[in-house]
């Protein structure tokens, strides 16, 4: 099996920074696009941040310039460095990774369980 873990998240003050990180394991043949999605309360997920094998990387407008995207290819890690936190950054961030098992043609989609992240004075 294929399995995303996130880690990082936690209570950061409005203006602080903070790092997710997600590291995919499993029987992974290989790792394609990856990509940050979260979820407000009451709020439908949303796409923060994707990053192809390539390393090309697009944001939300939301996000741009304060949010950083990475990943590593050789341990199967993808990042996402926040700075200048606001308080409508708070949500449980989701990793998303387009995965082919090894000895399967085709990729399929992934999902971390979530971390949540809050940015509350």
């Known amino acids: 099996q294929v399995q995303l873990v996130e880690s990082g998240g936690g209570l950061v003050q409005p203006g602080g920074s903070l790092g997710l990180s997600c590291v995919a394991s499993g029987n992974i043949g290989s790792v394609h696009d990856m990509a940050w999605y979260r979820q407000a309360p009451g709020k439908q997920r949303e796409l923060v941040a994707r990053?192809?094998?390539?390393?090309?990387?697009d944001y939300a407008d939301s996000v741009k310039g304060r949010f950083t995207i990475s990943r590593d290819n050789t341990k199967y890690i993808l990042y996402l460095r926040m700075s200048s936190l606001k308080p409508e950054d708070t949500g449980v961030y989701y990793c998303?990774?387009?995965?082919?098992?090894?000895?399967?043609?085709?990729?399929?989609?992934?999902w971390g369980q979530g971390t949540q992240v809050t940015v509350s004075s």
């Open positions: 990053i192809t094998y390539s390393g090309y990387a």
């Open positions: 998303n990774a387009q995965i082919r098992k090894s000895g399967v043609v085709d990729a399929s989609d992934y």
